[in-house]
């Protein structure tokens, strides 16, 4: 993978990669999407299918990064999350950073439409919060295992308020947040002013059709971001761009 943006490298390593994606302060907000050329993000109803190995590298190094990752129901339905967020080179590095081993997991989810059973609970190695405008009962806390917690939270343009979600992070000590969409979860935090880095992988596909943009929801004032940084490989572009200083 080469560097084009800040400056010229004709190959990149890790350690540059992670320089470049750090953190620029906290509460520090990122959604990481695969788009095609022609702007869906999705391929056959999932993103893998617009991926490449670079995006996979990225993708694993942003989650490396991160103190939580934050995902919409949607996407957690959809693409099926279950088990370890990263991997035992990702730990062995956070460890040595004085980082936790792994990140947290969050979900947001509007209506609490998401079942005990599902193996994003049951299979996840560390805690999961989940972000709920509904009034939770005692009887739906105690069909989750102890290890995942229902956060109430109020309701903003049918959503749960991005506001109160990052502030309730950050209480935790959890202020860099990795957030892995969907696209409604994505129009609903840039409604609130709540996205400080949009890293996006463009995948040299046309695929036209009915695919979802990577944002959804109601038009809002545009909001000029600044490129951070742009990196290449195989026709794909991997692009961060920030919430200007
Ligand atoms: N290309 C990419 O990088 C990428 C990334 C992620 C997802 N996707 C694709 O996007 C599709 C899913 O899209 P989606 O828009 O439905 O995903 P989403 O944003 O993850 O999910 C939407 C659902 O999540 C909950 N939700 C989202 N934002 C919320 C908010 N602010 N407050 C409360 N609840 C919120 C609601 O769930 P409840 O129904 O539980 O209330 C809502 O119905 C899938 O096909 C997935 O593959 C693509």
Request: hydrophobic share 40%; proline share 5%; charged share 20%.
């Amino acid at each position: 993978m080469r560097a084009l943006l800040p400056n010229s490298i004709p190959e990149v390593d890790d350690t540059y990669l992670l320089t470049r994606y750090a953190a620029s302060q906290r509460p520090f907000v990122r959604f990481n999407f695969v788009s095609s050329i022609d702007g869906s993000a999705q391929r056959d109803g999932l993103s893998g299918g617009l991926g490449s190995a670079g995006d996979r590298r990225i993708f694993s190094l942003l989650r490396r990064l991160a103190d939580v990752v934050l995902v919409g129901a949607g996407t957690v339905r959809a693409e099926g999350y279950a088990g370890p967020l990263i991997g035992d080179a990702d730990i062995a590095w956070r460890e040595a950073q004085g980082l936790s081993a792994q990140p947290v997991l969050a979900i947001v989810s509007h209506g609490l439409n998401l079942e005990p059973e599902d193996e994003v609970f049951t299979l996840s190695p560390v805690p999961v919060l989940v972000f709920t405008s509904i009034q939770v009962t005692e009887e739906q806390r105690n069909r989750f295992a102890s290890h995942v917690e229902l956060v109430e939270v109020a309701e903003v343009d049918h959503g749960c308020d991005p506001q109160e979600i990052v502030a309730d992070l950050l209480a935790r000590g959890l202020g860099f947040i990795h957030a892995e969409g969907g696209p409604h979860l994505l129009g609903q935090f840039i409604a609130a002013d709540q996205v400080d880095s949009m890293c996006v992988s463009y995948s040299p596909l046309l695929l036209a059709g009915s695919g979802q943009r990577i944002a959804h929801g109601p038009r809002q004032e545009a909001r000029k971001l600044e490129m951070h940084s742009l990196f290449e490989e195989e026709s794909m572009l991997f692009c961060d761009y920030r919430r200007p200083e």
